[in-house]
């Protein structure tokens, strides 16, 4: 749990991601973080902004029958070549095939993220996308990034939040932290209007405590 002064409601992040929980916790306010269980695969017809939308959501709606009295925070992250949805690689073939197809081209990152009032059974979800350009890699250049950092459990097979940025020409976002994972500043705006304010120079609207 992070050490900063309680809000009035108890405040879950529903991943068990610790750059999510980094990330959370520059936002000066106290939280717990569990791992929901939920079935992140697409439906059929499903692409990546909806399937963002859609996990991010479950997953604060997953932890709500747990923490009937908490704001929940859910957040997912989907990547697409196009219109083709890149999954988690989980092994270093498939890892090599992504990295291999998206070298040289843009690949957007959606990342969904939402606030379940639990007690209420209010939320607000918004989608933020992140277009990243990939450098031209060789293949070797790839094989020698995936066996550095092992990004096999990651969507797009890279870590942007370590040596993964050495594989990008630019990236467009209005918020560097939702390539990591969480949009901080949609967060900040969102917690707002759940009556949380993220550091005493913040006011809060008068939502329902």
Known sequence: MNATSPPSKPIILASSSRYRQQLLQRLNISFTACAPDIDEQPEQGEIASQLAYRLATAKAYALSPLHPEALIIGSDQVAALDDQILTKPLDKTTAFSQLQHCQGRQVTFFTGLCVLDSKLQQHKTIVEPVVVKFRELTDPEIQDYIEQEQPLDCAGSFKCEGLGIALF????????????G????????????????????????????
């Open 182 to 209: 969480l949009p901080l500043i949609q967060l900040v705006n969102l917690l707002k209007e759940f009556g949380v304010g993220c550091g005493s120079f913040l006011t809060t609207s008068n939502y329902p405590i």
């Open 169 to 180: 020409e630019y990236i467009n976002s209005q918020d560097p932290n939702t390539l990591i």
